[in-house]
């Protein structure tokens, strides 16, 4: 788009299509970043979880005794604020 004559600023149409790029290469950098970040914390493997549940399904099928310590939930005490009243100023 050419600049307006008579004048060396940029038009509105060009200051729009300036942010919509901008706006645009800022969700590209985001999205990129997104993506390394994701495939850099990635585990390493994601059967641990399942061995895991495995062995605990092994070990609760076997003839093992099974302890169950109750759960004792003590109940919450909010203590009344007393606030003491205070007195207004003096005026002369």
């Known amino acids: 788009m050419p600049l307006i004559s008579g004048r060396g ?12 790029a901008g706006l645009l290469a800022v969700g590209v950098a985001v999205g990129l970043l997104t993506v390394l970040y994701w495939r850099r914390t990635r585990p390493t493997s994601t059967t641990i979880g399942l061995e895991a549940l495995t062995e605990l399904e092994d070990t609760a099928n076997a003839d093992v005794p099974v302890v ?9 005490v909010v203590a009344p604020v007393v606030v003491a009243p205070v007195p207004a100023p003096v005026v002369p």
């Open 68 to 76: 169950v310590a109750p759960v004792v939930v003590a109940p919450v």
């Open 9 to 20: 600023g940029l038009s509105s149409g060009q200051k729009l299509q300036l942010i919509i």
